[in-house]
């Protein structure tokens, strides 16, 4: 098995067990371990939505599966918890990983608010939090799909296959409401409203806990129909499966199932979230107003929604440009 223990930055301890001076803790990993399930625990009674909790969870995972690597590989017993030891995993995920930026600090956040709470009960003497900083992200573009990419992917699914169809029916629909990958793989059936053409956002499985009811159009209710369907037949709550027998389908499911799509279209992967942007980008070049877009899209701010705005009216100008005499 290739070695996953790196060589660290002299300003960087490379041993779990050592304490970082002043930035150190009583803490053991073992118990920074234990006591996330308290954590855990707080923050579902505080209501936070099932996706947050689950990425909170697969994080912590990568960060354990992480310290059990080093300590398996290098020897290296586990000390108490300390500022070097984040930034060692920080390090690890950028040298050893080659994740992007971006990836590295949404996984961060994750550990950074975790030891900010853990400061706030008093269990951790100095706010590590604080310590921790978070990498430098150039502004991304967002990336959407233009027509031609639209109607290559929707060719790619086989929809004579119950797998195929799924995946067609969720392009459709995150085409024409804008949903998230998260809140379109938990949709219930009582969730669709077939004669009024309303799909429901429950809080609970929203990014920012905001119900919301999506209009959808008579072409994708009928599809979404006959996904109910079957889910009715098979005495299933959910309206994508992960199979024909059963099951909830996984947002990863749901990106791999998009990925080959897109493999087999000729195209560049352009991911899951660019069919909201692209939905987005629509509704706003078709007349939208920012305000009803951001209801739609969930958006805590304006902000993200602006940048829809933004990126239309910089289309407009273009064009102008240059069929301007």
């Not at 969720?170 to 809140?183: F, K, N, P």
């Not at 009803?292 to 273009?318: A, F, P, W």
Request: aromatic fraction near 10%.
């Amino acid at each position: 098995m290739r070695k996953i223990g790196i060589k660290l930055p002299s300003n960087l301890g490379s041993n779990l067990a050592v304490k970082s001076d002043r930035f150190s803790s009583d803490m053991s990993i073992e118990e920074f371990i234990e006591t996330f399930q308290i954590f855990m625990g707080v923050k579902e009674l505080g209501g936070l939505a099932n996706c947050t909790l689950k990425d909170y969870r697969d994080i912590m995972g990568y960060f354990v599966r992480y310290l059990e690597e080093e300590r398996r590989i290098n020897g290296i017993p586990w000390g108490n918890i300390n500022i070097d030891l984040f930034r060692a995993f920080q390090y690890y995920m950028v040298k050893e990983r080659k994740l992007k930026n971006s990836t590295v600090n949404i996984r961060l956040r994750y550990m950074k608010a975790y030891l900010n709470w853990l400061y706030e009960e008093g269990r951790l003497e100095h706010n590590l939090s604080k310590r921790l900083k978070l990498l430098k992200v150039e502004k991304s573009k967002v990336k959407i799909l233009s027509d031609s990419e639209v109607r290559k992917m929707l060719k790619a699914p086989n929809k004579t296959t119950y797998r195929g169809l799924r995946t067609f029916v969720i392009m459709v629909l995150m085409l024409d409401c804008g949903s998230r990958v998260s809140e379109t793989a938990s949709i219930k059936v009582k969730d669709v409203d077939l004669k009024e053409g309303i799909v429901t956002i429950r809080g609970s499985e929203a990014k920012f806990k905001k119900y919301r009811e999506l209009s959808v159009s008579n072409k994708t209710k009928n599809l979404l129909k006959q996904l109910i369907d079957i889910s009715k037949t098979n005495g299933e709550e959910y309206v994508f499966l992960n199979s024909y027998d059963g099951g909830k389908i996984s947002s990863d499911q749901v990106i791999r199932d998009f990925q080959r799509c897109y493999k087999e279209a000729g195209l560049e992967c352009k991911g899951v979230h660019s069919w909201r942007h692209t939905f987005a980008t629509n509704f706003i070049k078709n007349g939208g107003n920012a305000f009803t877009l951001q209801r739609i899209m969930g958006h805590s701010t304006m902000d993200m929604t602006k940048r829809y705005v933004y990126m239309e009216n910089k289309t407009l100008k273009d064009h102008h440009r240059k069929s301007g005499l």
